[in-house]
């Protein structure tokens, strides 16, 4: 299967600060990113779908503008959390495309744990 | 709106005990369905995925079953172990390979030895 790797795997942080996560695909080129949050034994819900070279598309209620995705290379996605506040609290995951979408079935990163305080 | 339930949200066996995980969806108009396994503070590990047109995948001590009409799948875990206790979760895919999945809130296993 394909190896994913998110950096940090989890970090504290105050409120008002920004945090950035990485996302790498590390044995094959993503063309499309899916970045997914989990709050507290709730489902995963997908929040922002990162293309390479292009603008990313946000789900409904996710606010462009304080989840900022970088998608500048075919193996590198990042989220970057604006002026986090405590409700941002959360498990972000990522899960590449692998290129051509050959297979259904989805490789996910191990998660980053944001903690606001 | 595509919605994905889990039941029971959380289970505790005893080790050795044979157990079923249910997962239902309100559209069955579904591209195919995984099941995954998460550890506390881990991402996800697929277990099984099953196309729209098939009825069931093996590996090892699972079985996962799928009755589209119905909207519904199983996961069926033989011989349970302590390393089993994890969290197992149900996802559908409403459109090709590449598309995003719609997630159950998951199933918290525990199996004590």
């Known amino acids: 299967g394909a190896v994913v790797s998110q950096h940090p795997s989890w970090v504290i942080c105050k409120s008002g600060t920004s945090v950035k996560i990485e996302c790498r695909s590390l044995d094959f080129q993503a063309t499309t990113m899916f970045w997914y949050r989990q709050f507290p034994k709730q489902s995963l819900m997908l929040m922002a779908t990162?293309?390479?070279?292009?603008?990313?598309?946000?789900e409904q209620g996710v606010e462009k503008d304080k989840f900022l995705i970088n998608h500048a290379s075919l193996t590198l996605s990042t989220l970057t959390v604006t002026s986090a506040h405590p409700e941002d609290s959360s498990f972000y995951i990522c899960?590449?495309?692998?290129?051509?979408?050959?297979?259904?079935?989805?490789?996910f990163g191990p998660g980053t744990r944001l903690t606001v305080l | 709106k595509q919605e994905v339930t889990q039941i029971p949200a959380a289970l505790s066996v005893p080790e050795g005990e044979n157990l079923v995980l249910n997962c239902s969806f309100t559209?069955?108009?579904?591209?195919?369905l995984q099941w995954f396994r998460q550890d506390p503070g881990k991402g996800l590990t697929s277990l099984l995925l099953?196309?729209?047109?098939?009825r069931e995948q093996t590996s090892g001590r699972l079985n996962a079953s799928l009755d589209k009409s119905s909207g519904r799948s199983t996961l069926y875990i033989a011989a349970s172990q302590p390393g089993d206790s994890a969290t197992y979760l149900c996802?559908?895919?409403?459109?090709?390979?590449?598309?995003?999945?719609?997630f159950g809130k998951g199933t918290t296993l525990s199996v004590s030895s």
């Open positions: 559209d069955s108009a579904i591209y195919n």
């Open positions: 996802a559908v895919s409403v459109g090709q390979a590449g598309t995003a999945l719609i």
């Open positions: 899960t590449p495309i692998l290129p051509g979408r050959t297979t259904d079935t989805q490789y």
């Open positions: 990162s293309n390479e070279g292009s603008k990313a598309t946000y």
């Open positions: 099953i196309q729209s047109s098939q």
